[in-house]
């Protein structure tokens, strides 16, 4: 199993969350992470039970699957960096999500 040499991530763990740890994680799991990329390309997100939610949170879900889209286009096309950069955007609204128990 791959880990990441810099925070020690192990890519069994990003497939389970979807989530790297550190900039370094997209170099060291490219070869791995472009086709399993390139397999969630298009495909729906599977949101489970759809709990009342008010104008606030639906923004908060809809720019969470938006950046998460900007992330997956931005790793396909290569811009690591970038895509680091969205991801503490996603980790900050994942975590809000969570606490307003719509994740
Ligand atoms: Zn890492």
Redesign the pocket.
Known sequence: MKV?P????KLEQFYKTSM??????YK?FAAELLPVLKKMHGKTVHCGKRPKVSGVERELIYEYKRLLKDKEEAMLAGDFDAANDMDEDIRQLSYELSRRGLK
């Open positions: 990441c810099k925070c020690g991530l790297l740890g550190c900039e370094n994680c060291a």
